[in-house]
C-alpha cells in the first residue's frame, strides 16, 4: 500500500489495505483457537477491491495512460 500511496494513489490503496484488513482478521474462541474465517466477508471486499481496480484501469486507458 505505501507504493500505491507514495505514486499518490491513495484512494486506490484504501480497498488494497482493507482486503488485507479482512483477509488477516481472525477471531479465537472460547478455548483460544482461530475460529473459522468468514468467507463471506472476504468475498465482499475482494469484489469491491476488483470492481475499483476495473474501473480505474477503464478511466486510464480512457485518458490515454497506456500510450
Do not use: K, N
Not at 486506490?12 to 479482512?22: D, I, N, Q
Not at 483457537?33 to 469484489?47: G, I, K, M, S, V
Amino acid at each position: 500500500m505505501a507504493a500505491l500511496r507514495g505514486a499518490g494513489c491513495g484512494t486506490g490503496a484504501e480497498p488494497v489495505a482493507a482486503l488485507g484488513a479482512v483477509a488477516a482478521h481472525r477471531t479465537r474462541d472460547a478455548f483460544g483457537r482461530l475460529a473459522e474465517a468468514d468467507p463471506d466477508r472476504y468475498a465482499a471486499q475482494w469484489l469491491a477491491t476488483a470492481v475499483y481496480l476495473a474501473g480505474t484501469d477503464a478511466a486510464l486507458r480512457g485518458t490515454g495512460w497506456d500510450r
